[in-house]
T-cell receptor
Framework: DSGVTQTPKHLITATGQRVTLRCSPRSGDLSVYWYQQSLDQGLQFLIQYYNGEERAKGNILERFSAQQFPDLHSELNLSSLELGDSALYFC?????????????FGEGSWLTVV | AQSVTQLGSHVSVSEGALVLLRCNYSSSVPPYLFWYVQYPNQGLQLLLKYTSAATLVKGINGFEAEFKKSETSFHLTKPSAHMRDAAEYFCASGAGSYQLTFGKGTKLSVIP
């Protein structure tokens, strides 16, 4: 158990809908990351927050957004969903979000868009 | 920009045989390198991490990896494979950026 908690574990939704994925980082970690894992793209970095502020952005679509709240939990919002958005979405956390920090991953949220 | 290449998307070994999973990185700055393992239907678990303290890094479950700067490699090895080692393994680099860049993964099968 990495200490990173993600909900829901599985989600099935229709195209065009909007979903929210939730993440609680490890106790004491200030930085949260979101990654997408799909068969064709592999593991892709989406976005990183540090202590409530956006720190780095990766291959995140404009239809996707995220935030980190004062209690350090984070949410990833996916809207206008398409079939291609079906993937495993990981949340991860690290102490300070600096290069070289160990990043711990949650179990992931399986999203299926039908 | 950094990149990570894992040679072989699928590796099969017999139980008790040596496991060797290859990873090469490209980075213009000293790298931080990681190996993660993903068991079926589970998240990513950290196996080991290189941070320049020692070139040979020992991880969990009997795995180790050796950093070779001249070869820009960070191959993962285990002397004797167990059935429970069957999983997908990911090499990742954290050089010069806040997030990790992952290789495409190598699926390890262990044959009884």
């Amino acid at each position: 158990d990495s200490g990173v908690t993600q909900t829901p574990k599985h989600l099935i939704t229709a195209t065009g809908q909007r979903v929210t994925l939730r993440c609680s980082p490890r106790s004491g970690d200030l930085s949260v990351y979101w990654y997408q894992q799909s068969l064709d793209q592999g593991l892709q970095f989406l976005i990183q927050y540090y202590n409530g502020e956006e720190r780095a952005k990766g291959n995140i679509l404009e239809r996707f957004s995220a935030q980190q709240f004062p209690d350090l939990h984070s949410e990833l919002n996916l809207s206008s969903l398409e079939l291609g958005d079906s993937a495993l979405y990981f949340c991860a956390s690290s102490v300070a979000g600096q290069s070289g920090n160990t990043i711990y991953f949650g179990e992931g949220s399986w999203l299926t868009v039908v | 920009a950094q990149s990570v290449t894992q040679l072989g998307s699928h590796v099969s070994v017999s139980e008790g045989a040596l496991v060797l999973l290859r990873c090469n990185y490209s980075s213009s700055v000293p790298p931080y390198l990681f190996w993660y393992v993903q068991y079926p239907n589970q998240g990513l678990q950290l196996l080991l991490k290189y941070t320049s303290a020692a070139t040979l890094v020992k991880g969990i479950n009997g795995f180790e990896a050796e950093f070779k700067k001249s070869e820009t490699s960070f191959h993962l090895t285990k002397p004797s494979a167990h059935m429970r080692d069957a999983a997908e393994y990911f090499c990742a680099s954290g050089a010069g950026s806040y997030q990790l860049t992952f290789g495409k993964g190598t699926k390890l099968s262990v044959i009884p």
